[in-house]
């Protein structure tokens, strides 16, 4: 099973898109043990959306999706809502 997720930092007001195979360790990595790479300067994350897919091909074809300008005003619309 792989996931992409979306999540979001609501101290910097950013998003970030993934995929993996193992969410639970991916979180951690974003905002714990991770010592370098983009994210660990917006932390904490918080996690706004996932999707659960069969195969490592349709996650990525997904995380593609969503880093398009229609998937980043998805996931804009997500935060609004979330903000309420």
């Given at each position: 099973?792989?996931?992409?997720?979306?999540l979001?930092?609501?101290?910097?007001h950013?998003?970030?898109?993934?995929?993996?195979?193992?969410?639970?360790?991916?979180l951690?990595?974003?905002?714990?043990?991770?010592?370098?790479?983009?994210?660990?300067?917006?932390?904490?994350?918080?996690?706004?959306?996932?999707?659960?897919?069969?195969?490592?091909?349709?996650?990525?074809k997904?995380?593609k999706?969503?880093?398009?300008?229609k998937?980043?005003?998805?996931?804009?619309?997500?935060?609004?809502?979330?903000?309420?």
């Amino acid at each position: 099973m792989y996931f992409v997720y979306v999540l979001y930092s609501p101290s910097y007001h950013k998003i970030y898109i993934g995929f993996t195979a193992d969410l639970e360790q991916r979180l951690k990595s974003h905002n714990e043990l991770g010592k370098k790479g983009w994210t660990i300067k917006f932390r904490p994350w918080d996690l706004l959306h996932t999707e659960a897919f069969e195969d490592k091909h349709s996650a990525m074809k997904r995380e593609k999706e969503l880093k398009t300008a229609k998937g980043r005003e998805f996931i804009w619309s997500l935060v609004e809502k979330l903000k309420g």
